[in-house]
T-cell receptor, first 110, second 117 residues
């Protein structure tokens, strides 16, 4: 079983739609959680960190459920510019490397 | 300020050859990590260096090696190239050792796309 598993994509949604991505992780020692965004043929960029209390950044909301070892990302009012691959990322501690999921591709259609 | 810079951007090699990839971190960043991203997969950790010392190594064969220089730039070397080494090689830098969320996020370079034929 992979350490980080994500919903298989691609997700094709119309502009204005709400879309949710899910991710599970297998290592209960994981401590830090992130969502990264990667545009086609570009480098990954940090979208947001994920906290147990949940956090929101504009149209983006991230949630963490430690008991279920589950992370989610909700995008409201999707824009064409949201089209990208969204990578779920975990790390066991501040000194250990990032472990990336396979990524879920989102296409927002006009 | 310049971001993480990697060179070359693209490279084509044949099986059995050796390759050296280069990375310059963001000014002031002392930690450099290397990741391999095969098409359709997420990046996979290869090495992490901090203050010129290796601080972590992923599950890659000994054909892969790296080093960090006094100016914190880094090189990744791959010997005896295989077809399966074809990938995007990403270098990332951060202020401190390991990512700590928004306090010390990883900043990735544009990557070097290696094709082995």
């Amino acid at each position: 079983r992979k350490e980080v598993e994500q919903d298989p994509g691609p997700f094709n949604v119309p502009e204005g739609a709400t879309v949710a991505f899910n991710c599970t992780y297998s290592n209960s020692a994981s401590q830090s959680f992130f969502w990264y965004r990667q545009d086609c043929r570009k480098e990954p960029k940090l979208l947001m960190s994920v906290y147990s209390s949940g956090n929101e950044d504009g149209r983006f909301t991230a949630q963490l459920n430690r008991a279920s070892q589950y992370i989610s990302l909700l995008i409201r009012d999707s824009k064409l510019s949201d089209s990208a691959t969204y990578l779920c990322v975990v790390t066991r501690s501040g000194n250990t490397p990032l472990v990336f999921g396979k990524g879920t591709r989102l296409s927002v259609i006009a | 300020d310049a971001g993480v810079t990697q060179s070359p951007t693209h490279l084509i090699k044949t099986r059995g050859q050796q390759v050296t990839l280069r990375c310059s971190p963001i000014s002031g960043h002392k930690s450099v990590s290397w990741y391999q991203q095969v098409l359709g997969q997420g990046p996979q950790f290869i090495f992490q260096y901090y203050e010129k010392e290796e601080r972590g190594r992923g599950n890659f064969p000994d054909r892969f090696s790296a080093r960090q220089f006094p100016n914190y730039s880094s090189e990744l070397n791959v010997n005896a190239l295989l077809l399966g080494d074809s990938a995007l090689y990403l270098c990332a830098s951060s202020l401190w050792l390991g990512p700590t969320g928004t306090d010390s996020p990883l900043h990735f370079g544009n990557g070097t796309r290696l094709t082995v034929t």
